[in-house]
């Protein structure tokens, strides 16, 4: 069954390895230098240089228009056959929000605030990005409710850095 994947950085080339992901999506500082992993082709990773950050802060990239449409017309050719892989830095805030709005955008029917209590039950470290998702949620017409889904859920619980987790498209 078709997966998303989120890892930390730290665990990036180890999870490809093991779960065999056709697609990486990376949500890091634009400065950060991550090598792609050798079995993803270039044209099946994707890098948004993005702070993690939900308001605009001198010397950093807030997530905006851009970085969500470019993550919505990436998952949204990838074909599910094998595992999509998102991470970012510790795991914990970014990757989330990017899995969160992608299980969003490919399953517009689904429940928003069903989507994220799966989210917590995979990971209790999760803690999407605020503003990644209120962004997707406006591009994604879900008028407010992809926001209240994930402060329903709250904060995650503290942590160095999330364990690689997955969430199920059809679960």
């Known amino acids: 069954m078709p997966a998303i994947h989120v890892t930390p950085l730290s665990r990036l080339h180890d999870t490809v390895e093991a779960i065999g992901a ?7 500082n634009a400065a950060t230098s991550v090598a792609r992993p050798a079995s993803i082709p270039a044209e099946r990773h994707l890098f948004l240089g993005v702070s993690d950050i939900t308001a605009a802060t001198d010397g950093h990239i807030l997530p ?29 805030s970014r990757s989330t929000a990017a899995a969160f709005i992608a299980l969003c955008a490919l399953r517009p029917t689904r429940d928003e605030a069903e989507i994220a209590l799966r989210l917590r039950a995979a990971s209790p470290s999760a803690t999407p990005n605020a503003r990644l998702v209120a962004v997707a949620d406006n591009m994604l017409g879900r008028q407010g409710r992809m926001v209240d889904a994930v402060a329903a859920i709250g904060r995650g619980a503290d942590c160095f850095e999330n364990t690689p987790f997955h969430l199920k498209l059809d679960e």
């Open 64 to 92: 905006g228009e851009e970085h969500v449409r470019r993550l919505l017309d990436f998952t949204r050719k990838w074909d599910a056959e094998r595992p999509l892989l998102i991470h970012c830095w510790a795991g914990v």
């Open 22 to 28: 056709s697609h990486v999506v990376t949500l890091i």
